[in-house]
């Protein structure tokens, strides 16, 4: 489990490069969260976050992932989740982050063709 | 003899020869249909007719010609060829006569054939009186099943687009009374399932009784099943509906209709009035009558109905109502009046209760025998008494960064512990932890030994989370969904989801100050709630 201070791990596949996203997602993981998301766009256009082992989101992780969507837009980069509870995936289309980060049900999907 | 075989007709004969000139005499009134057979000119001697009075006060038969009177009738016997005409006299009442053309055999009727033709008649009279009247019964009872008839069709209809049972609204005492009368007016009333668990109330009174006032109600039923699940809006449905009626409808009708919208999970009512008799509402200060302005329905094109809003709370009931309980008369005319139905409202819990106590109270003051003048419908909706919350979990934590998530798995904790089925933890859980993190960091600013109540309240069909801060001197904004185009765009800051969240992930947020406090409630339904179905949650 990722926490502040640490980084975390950005793999590659398929040209997209993943970010599995620790088991809290909030104000206090923005930093690690900021620093995996700046590695990745160096690498590639394409960033897909694994939220499978996210437990825990508030409304401050919102804020981080709506801060990180704001640079990917304005860089041109395109940004994907998979792995979201039903829970989360309701709080993102609440939300409407899902307009603006497509969801996908799998690692695989989410690295296919759009 | 053989002069009658020829000369003499009866007056109602049917087969009378079209040669012959003797016809058809009066009826007891002319202005009764009569039996005519086209081939056989006729003779209607009007009531008033001076040749009536002449006939009923003649000895006998009376020869024509030379008679010297002022009447249509008599012209046109004469003019039929008629010679001698016999008064058929019953109970001093003229009810028929023979005419009889010329003789056979060119000369005057005799005084033998005239006393013959006395007793005849004096004995053909009251036969023919008997046979009129069989034929008049007739006629009634014919006339009597045409009008039952009528009735059970009008019956039908109406029975046809009535609700066949009532909503099933958890957290609602539903139930419904329709009674038509005997001569079937024009009432309805209807339950329509909307959008968001909404629900429409319709109640409403045709002018008018019978088979035309069921198809208008049936009509007007219809327009509003149509229109309700598009336009929503109280006043917009009836709106559209009356211009639906209206040029469609007989000039001489017109429909009193009220439509309301219940949303039964916050017991908030919209409703609009077409003319209908005002609703009541039992409050715990007393009735309360819900006016809304607006034409009845079908009578003046573009008619625009004033909206207007109440909420039932626990524990109050609504009344939707016609006009035949309230003007239902006694014996003595004193009429039931509105009032004594508003009193009687008062008087009684809601459901079936309401309904059978106002029942009672009307057989009370009409007394027995009554015959009921106008259908009566009664539909009532009783909010359910909240049951007294009970506390299952009450603690404090310190205003820190990040005990929120301390909040929300004790409170998820002491949910669990009282055997409490939640579908929708998962949202609570949410909504607790924003509503903790919002007070640690906007009511007590992060002062750690200012702390944050915590208390979990249930009811049967309730969960209640109530969070204190000591905010008690600010204003907690309306949660609005944040502009995420702006926030995109870097035109505002990512943050500000907090209060959105919260509103979206339970029923119900109250937000009220005590003091020096600032209290959020969280109110999340136990079933029936939003989705309910939520179990899936991480």
Not at chain 2, 162 to 185: S, T
Not at chain 2, 346 to 372: K, N, S, V
Request: aromatic share 6%; net charge negative; proline share 6%.
């Amino acid at each position: 489990m990722a926490t502040a201070g640490e980084r975390l791990k950005v793999r590659s596949a398929d040209g997209a490069a993943i970010i599995d996203l620790p088991s809290e997602v909030d104000a206090t993981t923005e930093t690690v969260l900021r620093d995996a998301y700046v590695e990745a766009a160096a690498a590639t256009r394409t960033i897909a976050f694994n939220f499978g082992g996210v437990e825990y989101i508030n409304s401050t992780g919102i804020a981080v992932i709506v801060g990180i969507l704001a640079r990917a837009r304005a860089a041109g980069h395109v940004v994907r989740a998979f792995g979201l509870s039903d829970h989360y995936r309701e709080i993102f289309e609440i939300t409407r982050l899902s307009d603006f980060m497509a969801i996908f049900p799998s690692e695989s999907s989410a690295l296919g063709p759009r | 003899m053989l002069s009658f075989a020829r000369s003499l007709r009866w007056v109602r004969g049917r087969h009378a020869e079209p040669t012959a000139p003797s016809v058809r005499a009066a009826d007891r009134s002319a202005a009764r249909p009569s039996r005519r057979t086209p081939e056989t000119p006729h003779v209607d001697i009007a009531p008033n007719d001076p040749l009536v009075m002449y006939l009923l006060s003649a000895p006998g038969p009376v020869a024509l010609d030379g008679l010297r009177l002022d009447s249509p009738a008599l012209r046109d016997l004469r003019a039929a060829g008629v010679k001698l005409v016999v008064p058929l006299v019953s109970q001093g009442e003229l009810i028929g006569t023979f005419n009889l053309g010329p003789h056979l055999s060119d000369q005057e009727y005799s005084v033998d054939d005239r006393r013959l033709l006395d007793k005849l008649a004096a004995q053909a009279a009251p036969a023919l009186r008997v046979a009129q009247l069989v034929r008049e019964q007739e006629a009634e009872v014919r006339a009597r099943e045409r009008l039952e008839q009528e009735l059970r069709l009008a019956h039908l209809i109406q029975q046809q687009f009535l609700p066949r049972k009532v909503p099933d609204l958890p957290g609602w005492q539903v139930a419904a009374f329709y009674r038509p009368a005997r001569q079937v007016g024009g009432d309805f009333y209807d339950f329509i399932e909307l959008a968001d668990g909404q629900i429409g109330l319709v109640v409403g009174d045709v002018t008018g009784h019978g088979v035309p006032a069921a198809l208008v109600m049936a009509t007007t039923r219809s327009a509003i099943r149509s229109e309700a699940p598009r336009l929503v809006a109280p006043g917009a449905v009836l709106a559209r509906v009356n211009e639906l009626l209206h040029g469609d409808m007989p000039s001489n009708m017109f429909v009193t209709c009220l439509f309301a919208l219940l949303d039964p999970v916050r017991g908030r009512l919209r409703f609009a009035n077409a003319g209908h008799d005002l609703p009541y509402v039992r409050r715990a200060a007393g009735v309360v009558e819900l006016r809304a302005t607006g034409m009845p329905l079908g009578i003046m094109a573009d008619s625009r109905y004033a909206e207007a809003e109440t909420i039932l709370a626990p524990g109050e009931g609504l009344l939707l109502h016609s006009d035949g309980l309230a003007e239902a008369h006694a014996p003595d005319h004193a009429m039931f009046g509105f009032p004594r139905l508003r009193d009687e409202m008062g008087r009684h819990q809601g459901g079936q209760p309401l309904i059978d106590g106002l029942l009672e109270a009307l057989d009370r003051f009409t007394g027995p025998g009554w015959a009921q003048e106008d259908d009566i419908t009664l539909v009532t909706l009783t909010r359910s008494a909240r049951s007294e919350p009970r506390e299952i979990a009450s603690f404090v934590v310190p205003s820190r960064a990040g005990n929120e998530r301390v909040v929300m798995d004790r409170v998820a904790e002491a949910i669990t512990a009282a055997g409490i089925d939640m579908p929708g933890l998962a949202r609570i859980k949410t909504a607790v932890s924003e509503a903790a993190m919002n007070a640690i960091e906007h009511g007590n600013r992060f002062s750690e030994d200012v702390p944050v109540g915590v208390q979990v309240l249930a009811t049967d069909d309730e969960v209640l989370v109530r969070i204190t801060d000591s905010g008690g001197d600010r204003a907690m904004p309306e949660p609005s969904q944040p502009d995420l185009e702006a926030k995109l765009a870097g035109k505002e800051k990512p943050r500000g989801w907090g209060l959105f969240l919260i509103k979206n992930m339970v029923d119900d947020m109250n937000v009220r100050t005590d003091g020096p406090q600032r209290v959020i409630e969280l109110v999340a339904r136990r079933k029936g709630g939003r989705d309910g179905d939520s179990g899936r949650a991480s």
